[in-house]
């Protein structure tokens, strides 16, 4: 042990050796694009749009999420003086195509993270000075907030009464974008001022919310405008890109939430608990049929006693259009039974329409067995804290008439749109959301990294649950690792916090590339799935993610 | 400057005092005396020629008539022997004046009361003063309330020990009784203060003394409490005659003091009240309410009895004036502002020229100055009504919409971290204020919608003062603040020392908002609600409530209204909708919001400060207070009625200059006071003038620049909508309120705004951008008269006087860089205090 103990020290004071020791050698950098500008092309057409970002030397090519648009890399990368990179691709998206392309860059450090390039079937125009609205006939502006502070101005012509929707969409993550319609009608003061007709950047704001503006403006007269973007608290730079959309008529408000991340998100306000959801809460446990609930019952505003009896399973629907409405029904439970209320807000929703879903005792009393509201303390002067859920379990332990009331959490907001759909049904084992939170792999060979799944165990779901990835690249295996386990003891105030959210489970796979693996042209398409497995047999596929995967040269030592 | 008002020569007043009044009367006309010993001071009051009131009570012939039951116990005493109707005559010289008595119940002993009897023992002789046992923490162990507001409280105190404890009605420590029912001439309370046992306090009365004697008894007969809650001696407010007095140097009034009872009985409280002057240096008060003035100047006189206060406005005024200006009055602001002025003999300024006009008025309604063209314009317009046009277009000009929005920010505290530290939200909720002025939206209105406010909307954001719902106790007293103009915060802990606020009527407002959560955890989603008292929602999950509770008594609070009423609110109701409708129909409500439109226009309020109306700080005018708070109201709270009135009187006209006969005046709007310009619009004059709009980051470090934001090109200061956003040394120097808690500006001048003058960059680097007025100026071949003219119009709104004018062009022309004398010319310019000012 001493010889040993002498050579660990002379091995740590020896310059190299500790410097080997000090810092593991830093994985390559991938390719990261951070803007398409224009953020829009017309679909058909070729258009040049400049990729900004880091490590994007030996660009060769553009990924597209539509296999039938094309992309061209033209001429080198080039430098900017921001230490980025930047490359211009010509692209052309399928002809009838509207809608979103995901772009990906493949370079000679591997493909990149994806951006959003906007197919839209009106003309681009590249921040324009003035624009002509033909009634009928939307428009698209493509522009960039190259400064911070910067305010890009279009000047447009409106007809009276032309109603329209101004809509600004953002190009990356963390530019927020505002909107302001002036007219030019100056004031004592300034002959020049533009003067504020209309401000809508988005009125809502949480964390995770989309970000794009939108404008419904109808117009008094008719005249010059002039329409503004700017950046919420003026931030600028030339990943800044944003598409303008000037549309006739009013557009349809978008949800509140934006929209899904994972495929399967049953804590969520706005999917829907139809009759279709029971059967595919099903798919993702024992694969047993299930009797969905029928047809929903509407909620009443009668007294307990009198509310319409509902089974289980069964929906339940209706409107709070007025302020501290309150809706009933009584929940017939024939036996003790674990049972899963689910909520779904189908127009407005969180933070505007906030149900508040309680279950009450047969007793006279009425009192609370199960709500939707979270309640836990801060451990931080120990304030109650509150959150409603989407979805809520409880083990009721003696069949009777329950009551089901929903109301809005205030008692002065309400409105024809504070519509929501609950369903009671039986609890049902199964496996909730599953994620992956990496976004691609790149590969040397000899190289292994690692693919993280995550899944939630929902309603006490305890079959063993397998995890597989199809399509891997030649030359690239995958295996299961074992992650250092991420102690978090529960928070000594949390409430009954296991009735609101799955139990979370962490898979690790460790994709490796062979010593002799060929680096690879384009990415393949590795499929990231889970199975539940119960008596013998697996059940189908669940997808967790498509992750594309590339082997590419080994960085010259 | 144009004087545009006519001089009367009236009657010589001065030869007049001290001559044959043309008037004399006696107050009170008429006044009915109860019980034993009944007494009432009556006043003979002579007016002058010019209006004046003097106090002849020691001057005149009294005499009886009537009945023979009463007598005079002194000047104008009259006291009760039997019951019946007297009728007394003043006469002096060829005046006289009568008024009436009628005397019931002599024969009756009123009840004791502890409260009025005991109370105005320890009132009189000093026990209860703030600043000894009347002080929150009390004196020497022993503690009372001040000016015997709470009497139970000190009963208890007296009768069996002990001190207030903030957090439980427990007494802790020794019990100290502070009487001695067995002994009853060895109690402390006798002891103490007649000298026989050391006191702090010295001697306050001797045992010879009625005071003396009257606790001896009190305490002889078993120290009873007396009357609790009998309404013969429940006193609901005091009243002084007169409220306002004027009197020349070396002059004297006596005051009056009735004492209103909860039966509608009155009695005369003068002898028993305790009088104190704000300002002895301009009026001292002695023990028996007669007020000497002293020197020019004006001041109150604070009257305290039975637990409450009331105040006197003493005006020491100099010799009558032989030519009082006749004044032209635009509305009733004048008729108020003037009639003090001519009773308090101050001589207003002129009106105001053009040029002085359309700057000031500029600046209060828009907060920015107006531009050389204009000013141009309106002063050689001849149109007479250029003022009231001119009035019209600043107010339905954009520019008053930003400017006052900005005004609002400030009261209602716009800023990120009082918004529950999202951007976005401050923006929501200033959004909320600017669509309120924008579409004139009442000021009830605006009032209800941030008090009730729920839900995910703009006024909602304003309970989330650094993430979290505030604490009750804190959240409704800055809406007491802000709305009624009053500050309740010291009832937290205690009753207040001062007020007739008491500690249960906080939290009983408190309550109001015991009930308000957020719904939503870390940052997001926060929704505001009242969360139903009688539905758990989950807190058995964690075994809590949310019942309010007393922070001494430990019971259930429950809403109720500063006037006593409780407020039950159903689990489906709004509490706060109650509470919302009564405070926007209490006259406190219409005269906080007058109050402060006023002082935007004055640099202070009738009251002032702003938000701290108590009786102790009575208005400079209340009858004008009064006025404009009816008028408010008359007018559906509608602020631009307000702002109109004001901006339309001639008061608000005159001119800034001063005259010699008012230069000391202070607080009677005899001249328009000079004040300082706002941080904010001090900046964007700054910018205006030198043509350079100012940059805003929201980064200060260079580091955290790199990734932060920039206000666009031109925005106005006033326009930031996060002052803990954007950073700016100039603001901070010059006193732009961060915004945490309820903003008070602070507008004095400090070392650092001299510093930043001479080298800060807001004064220097605009003096040289190429895109400057300067720069642009002397590029177009201007001379240099052009550009002085340029830049006075632009930063004075006038042009220069000949010698200025002249002055200036030779030092320009004597330098030996045209540039440079041109660049120290505009800095002189801005660091000019005319600049500075709004006058």
């Not at chain 1, 608990?273 to 099903?282: L, N, Q």
């Not at chain 2, 207003?348 to 100055?369: I, N, Y």
Request: aromatic share 8%; net charge neutral.
């Amino acid at each position: 042990m001493k010889a040993l103990l002498v050579v660990s020290l002379a091995l740590l004071l020896s310059p190299c050796v500790s410097g080997l020791l000090a810092a593991p050698p830093k994985a390559p950098a991938d390719p990261r694009i951070t803007s398409v500008h224009p953020l829009a092309v017309p679909a058909a057409v070729s258009t040049v749009v400049t990729v900004r970002g880091q490590g994007l030397a030996g660009a060769r090519a553009m990924w597209c999420s539509v296999g039938s648009a094309t992309a061209r890399i033209e001429g080198a990368v080039a430098t900017d003086g921001d230490a980025a990179e930047h490359v211009r691709v010509a692209i052309v998206a399928p002809a009838g195509f509207t809608g979103v392309l995901r772009l990906r860059l493949i370079a000679s450090r591997g493909v990149s993270n994806d951006l959003p390039l906007h197919v839209v079937d009106a003309p681009v125009l590249d921040e324009p000075e003035t624009v002509a609205i033909a009634r009928g006939a939307p428009l698209a502006i493509a522009g960039r907030l190259v400064a911070k502070g910067e305010v890009d101005t279009v000047w447009l012509e409106a007809q009276r009464d032309d109603l329209l929707t101004f809509t600004a969409v953002s190009g990356v993550a963390g530019f927020d974008p505002a909107l302001t319609l002036s007219e030019p009608s100056g004031s004592w003061f300034d002959a020049q001022r533009l003067n504020r007709l209309a401000f809508n950047d988005e009125p809502l704001h949480f964390p995770g919310l989309a970000q794009d503006a939108r404008l419904v403006h109808r117009f008094d007269k008719a005249g010059r405008y002039a329409l503004q973007v700017k950046a919420f608290s003026g931030q600028g730079g030339p990943d800044f890109t944003y598409l303008l959309r000037i549309g006739p008529g009013r557009e349809e408000t978008p949800l509140l939430h934006p929209p899904a991340v994972h495929a399967w998100d049953e804590r969520r306000f706005t999917r829907r608990v139809g009759e279709a959801w029971m059967p595919g809460v099903a798919a993702r446990g024992s694969g047993e049929a299930v009797k969905p609930p029928g047809v929903a019952m509407q909620g009443s505003e009668a007294e307990p006693k009198d509310a319409p009896l509902l089974t289980i399973p069964g929906l339940v629907e209706g409107r709070l259009t007025r302020p501290a409405q309150v809706h009933r029904v009584r929940v017939a439970v024939e036996k003790p039974q674990a049972l899963a209320i689910e909520v779904e807000t189908p127009a407005a929703t969180m933070p505007r329409f906030n149900p508040v879903v309680r279950l009450l005792a047969p007793d006279d009393g009425g009192s609370e067995i199960v709500t939707n509201v979270y309640t836990k303390r801060n451990n931080n002067g120990l304030y109650m804290m509150k959150m409603i859920q989407a979805k809520s379990t409880v083990t009721l332990r003696s069949a009777g008439e329950y009551v089901l009331e929903v109301r809005d959490i205030t008692t002065d907001v309400a409105g024809d749109d504070f519509a929501y759909r609950i369903l009671v049904r039986p609890q049902m084992p199964h496996v909730g959301r599953v994620d992956v939170p990496e976004d691609r792999v790149n590969l040397e060979p000899g190289e292994t990294r690692q693919v993280t799944v995550n899944i939630e165990r929902e309603e006490d779901f305890k079959d063993l649950v397998l995890v597989s990835a199809d399509g891997l690249p030649a030359g690239v295996t995958a295996t299961a690792g074992m992650a250092n386990p991420v102690e978090r003891p529960p928070p000594p105030n949390g409430g009954r916090v296991e009735r609101y959210v799955g139990k979370p489970q962490t898979a690790t796979l460790l994709l490796t590339a062979d010593e002799n693996a060929k680096p690879g042209e384009w990415p393949s398409t590795v499929r990231v799935s889970i199975r539940t497995l119960r008596g013998g047999r697996t059940g189908a596929p669940i997808l967790a993610k498509e992750l594309p995967v590339l082997v590419i040269p080994r960085r010259p030592s | 400057m144009s004087a545009r008002w006519r001089w009367s020569v009236g009657l010589a007043a001065a030869l007049c005092l001290g001559a044959d009044p043309v008037a004399l009367r006696i107050e009170p006309s008429a006044r009915t005396l109860r019980g034993a010993g009944a007494m009432q001071q009556y006043l003979a009051i002579a007016v002058d020629a010019d209006g004046a009131e003097r106090d002849v009570t020691g001057g005149v012939q009294w005499k009886l008539s009537g009945s023979p039951g009463a007598e005079f116990a002194g000047a104008g005493l009259l006291k009760a022997r039997q019951n019946g109707e007297v009728r007394l005559t003043a006469a002096l010289g060829s005046r006289t004046a009568q008024a009436t008595a009628r005397l019931e119940g002599i024969d009756q002993q009123r009840p004791f009361s502890f409260a009025q009897d005991i109370g105005r023992v320890l009132t009189r002789s000093g026990c209860n003063n703030s600043t000894c046992h009347g002080g929150v923490k009390g004196r020497g162990g022993f503690q009372l309330s001040s000016g015997a507001l709470h009497p139970k409280d000190d009963y208890e105190w007296i009768v069996k020990g002990g001190e207030y404890q903030v957090l439980t009605t427990e007494v802790k420590g020794e019990r100290i009784p502070r009487i001695d029912l067995k002994q009853p001439a060895q109690s402390l309370l006798l002891r103490k203060p007649a000298g026989q046992t050391p006191h702090g306090g010295g001697v306050r009365f001797k045992t010879d003394s009625e005071e003396y004697r009257a606790l001896l008894n009190w305490v002889s007969q078993g120290a009873p409490y007396g009357a609790a809650d009998d309404k013969q001696v429940t006193v609901t407010r005091l009243e002084v005659f007169p409220k306002t007095l004027t009197l020349e140097r070396g002059g004297s009034h006596r005051l009056l003091v009735t004492a209103h009872f909860a039966d509608g009985r009155t009695e005369d409280f003068t002898r028993s009240a305790v009088y104190a002057s704000n300002d002895k240096e301009v009026a001292a008060v002695d023990d028996d309410g007669i007020v000497k003035a002293t020197r020019l100047g004006e001041t109150a006189v604070l009257v305290r009895a039975a637990g409450g206060v009331t105040s006197a406005t003493v005006g020491v005024v100099g010799k009558a004036l032989p030519d009082f200006p006749r004044l032209t009055k635009a509305n009733f602001v004048d008729e108020l502002v003037f009639d003090k002025l001519r009773r308090f003999r101050i001589p207003p300024s002129p009106v105001s020229s053009d040029a002085e006009f359309v700057r000031r008025v500029c600046l209060d309604l828009t907060g920015t100055l107006p531009p050389p063209a204009r000013v141009r314009e309106f002063v050689a317009s001849t149109d007479p009504a250029k003022r009231s046009r001119l009035i019209d277009t600043l107010m339905d000009s954009p520019e008053f919409v930003d400017f006052w929005t900005w005004r609002f920010d400030d009261v209602f505290r716009v800023a990120v971290f009082s918004n529950g530290i999202q951007p976005k939200w401050s923006q929501m909720y200033g959004e909320w204020i600017r669509q309120s002025i924008a579409s004139h939206k009442p000021y009830d209105q605006m009032a209800r919608e941030r008090l009730t406010a729920q839900g995910y909307d703009g006024p909602s954001r304003h309970y989330l003062p650094y993430d979290v719902i505030g604490p009750p106790g804190e959240t409704m007293a800055e809406e007491v603040r802000v709305f009624f103009g009053r500050r309740l915060d010291c009832a937290q802990c205690h009753n207040h020392p001062y007020e007739s606020w008491s500690q249960d009527q906080f939290w009983g407002m408190a309550a109001f908002f015991g009930r308000l959560f957020k719904m939503g955890d870390q940052g997001n989603e926060y929704v505001i609600f009242d969360h139903p008292r009688n539905q758990a929602m989950g807190n058995g999950d964690v075994d809590g409530g949310i019942a309010l509770n007393h922070p001494r008594t430990k019971a259930e609070l429950k809403p109720t209204l500063l006037d006593g009423r409780e407020i039950v609110a159903a689990d489906g109701e709004n509490p706060r909708k109650a509470l919302a409708e009564w405070m926007v129909t209490q006259p406190y409500f219409a005269e906080a919001a007058v109050n402060r439109l006023w002082s935007y226009f004055f640099g202070r309020g009738l009251v002032d400060p702003v938000d701290d109306f108590r009786s102790t700080n009575p208005p400079t005018h209340p009858e004008l207070l009064e006025r404009l708070a009816r008028e408010f109201r008359d007018r559906k709270h509608d602020l631009r009625h307000i702002l109109r009135l004001i901006v339309e009187s001639r008061t608000y006209q005159l001119s800034g200059v001063p005259t010699a006969a008012n230069r000391d005046d202070r607080t009677n709007y005899s001249h328009t006071p000079a004040r300082p310009l706002d941080a904010e619009v001090l900046l964007d004059a700054i910018s205006s003038v030198t043509g350079v709009a100012e940059t805003f980051r929201t980064g200060v470090s260079e580091a955290a620049a790199r990734t932060s934001g920039q206000a666009p090109a031109g925005t106005r200061a006033i326009a930031l909508r996060e002052p803990d956003l954007f950073y700016s040394r100039f603001l901070e120097l010059y006193g732009r309120p961060n915004r945490l808690t309820l903003p008070e500006r602070n507008l004095s001048a400090n070392l650092g705004q001299a510093l930043h003058m001479l080298a800060g960059n807001v004064y220097n680097e605009k003096l040289s951008a190429p895109q400057g007025r300067l720069m642009k100026l002397v590029q177009a071949g201007r001379s240099n008269r052009e550009i002085v003219d340029e830049f006075y119009l632009a930063a004075f709104a006038r042009l220069p006087e000949r010698d200025e004018a002249d002055g200036l062009e030779a030092m320009i022309a004597r330098g030996p860089d045209r540039l440079a004398a041109l660049k120290d010319f505009v800095w002189a310019v801005l660091c000019s205090r005319e600049f500075a000012e709004n006058h």
